[in-house]
């Protein structure tokens, strides 16, 4: 008799972004020939950069002539990727990463939740709220919580609630952590932390022998030009964190999937024994053991994002997503709204007030402006009466959505 993994009857309704689907099918099946303007999930709308393009039909076009036609890659990536990534994305910044210590794959949502399989299933979770969900459901998945209590937390995990008077910056807690999930710039809220934000959970992680795994995915977002866009620019951060990057919303790879992880070789857990040992060549047998590697013809488009043509495009891509956050902003602002984020991140996080609840909003939204966001409950108890939009648009649909939501009497 086949048994199933009862963790997976933890889990709540559904996973945020299809339940968002689900009511939005509903509605447009009930009114067709509506014009409904999207803006909930974080999808890129944007083509892919010439230059890139360009690559990548030039890797296809290797695969098709038998003296260029390349079968298993490397599962760790392809040496010509990972080198320009050292070079572009760290020593710019003054960090040191070594080639093999850079994993390509297939995105960062995979590897944030594939990243718990090297880990002790008795380690201590500690997960900001709000935040993106897949930090909580595959720690669910993976066993290492109880069920879900009344006010919306999962037994097992440490939550750091992330509040509106605290810049929405989760607090260092008290007690023992063993793996903390940091995201920055984040989503949902749109907010970075400081220098000095990030090296007080660095010196946290030192003191109490913690792993950092910090999701940088909107990095390339970043405006202020003294926010970090690395942990590894904090002194200490490469003896106690995992970094995942992504070409998906940099590059607009959303489609085509392309991502990394940097895992520093002196990063180190320990034993039953409580003897130090390197985390590095652990995700190397697991990265090499499941996954096959990410196919030729991405990898060479990834890597012509990093040319000098291919610089200038993306960043014009990146340019346009923010004028459209700066829209938004200024928008709900004129509105009444409260608003955060969109300065250095895609998205903008606002609050109608007190009286109503996201979901609430998420439907009133729909059904009177034809607007869809996403309900800041959705991502964590503490999200409760804020909403998200996603600058990922096509302008006209922004402008034209905050016209019709002007019109909303909240």
Same mark, same amino acid.
């Given at each position: ?10 889990? &709540? ?12 099918? #509903? ?19 944007? /083509? ?26 490397? #599962?760790?990536?392809?040496?010509? %990727? ?31 939740? $594939?990243?718990?399989?090297? =880990?002790?299933?008795?380690? +201590?979770?500690?997960? /900001?709220?709000?935040?993106?969900? @897949? ?18 937390? =999962? ?19 008290? #007690? ?9 710039? $984040? ?51 490469? $003896? ?32 039953? +024994? ?16 499941? =996954? ?21 495009? @993306? &960043? ?11 829209? %938004?902003?200024?928008?709900?602002? #004129? ?24 979901? !609430? ?17 959705? =991502?964590? /108890? ?11 648009? !096509? ?12 019109? @909303?009497?909240?």
């Amino acid at each position: 008799m086949a048994h199933l993994n009862s963790n997976y009857l933890k889990l &709540q309704s559904g996973y945020l972004f299809p339940e968002i689907g689900r009511r939005v099918s #509903e509605y447009a099946n009930t009114h067709p020939g509506t014009d409904i303007i999207r803006m909930g999930i974080g999808d890129v709308t944007r /083509p892919l950069a010439p230059s890139v393009i360009k690559a990548f039909h030039e890797g296809v076009e290797e695969m098709a002539d038998v003296r260029t036609f390349r079968g298993y890659g490397p #599962e760790q990536g392809y040496e010509f %990727l990972r080198e320009l990534i050292s070079k572009n994305e760290y020593e710019t910044r003054n960090v040191h990463v070594d080639l093999d210590e850079i994993f390509i794959s297939d995105g960062s949502k995979c590897d944030t939740g $594939n990243i718990q399989e090297i =880990f002790g299933t008795d380690n +201590r979770i500690a997960i /900001p709220d709000p935040v993106y969900p @897949v930090y909580v459901d595959s720690t669910v998945m993976a066993g290492r919580t109880g069920y879900i209590q009344e006010n919306g937390y =999962f037994e097992g995990i440490k939550y750091l609630p992330c509040t509106e008077s605290g810049g929405f910056i989760p607090e260092i807690p008290d #007690e023992k952590a063993d793996i903390i999930y940091l995201c920055f710039p $984040n989503n949902p809220t749109g907010t970075v932390a400081t220098r000095s934000q990030l090296k007080r959970w660095v010196d946290y992680a030192l003191e109490r022998k913690s792993i950092i795994l910090f999701d940088a995915a909107y990095e390339a977002f970043i405006t202020e030009m003294d926010i970090p866009h690395s942990i590894y620019e904090i002194e200490g951060a490469r $003896n106690v964190a995992i970094e995942f990057r992504s070409f998906s919303k940099k590059a607009g790879f959303t489609g085509t999937r392309c991502a990394f992880t940097v895992i520093p070789k002196e990063l180190k857990a320990f034993n039953d +024994r409580g003897e130090p040992l390197a985390l590095h060549p652990l995700w190397y047998r697991r990265h090499t053991t499941k =996954f096959n590697g990410v196919s030729y013809p991405v990898q060479k488009a990834a890597a012509a994002v990093y040319s000098e043509k291919g610089k200038k495009e @993306v &960043q014009q891509v990146i340019d346009y997503y923010m004028e459209n956050a700066a829209i %938004l902003r200024e928008n709900l602002l #004129e509105t009444g709204y409260k608003v955060y984020g969109g300065i250095n991140a895609p998205y903008v996080w606002f609050k109608a007030g007190d009286h109503i609840k996201s979901w !609430d909003l998420f439907d009133k939204l729909l059904h009177e402006a034809n607007v869809v966001g996403t309900p800041g409950s959705g =991502f964590g /108890p503490s999200g409760e009466g804020f909403f998200r939009f996603s600058a990922f648009a !096509d302008r006209d649909h922004v402008i034209e959505a905050m016209k019709r939501i002007r019109k @909303v009497k909240i």
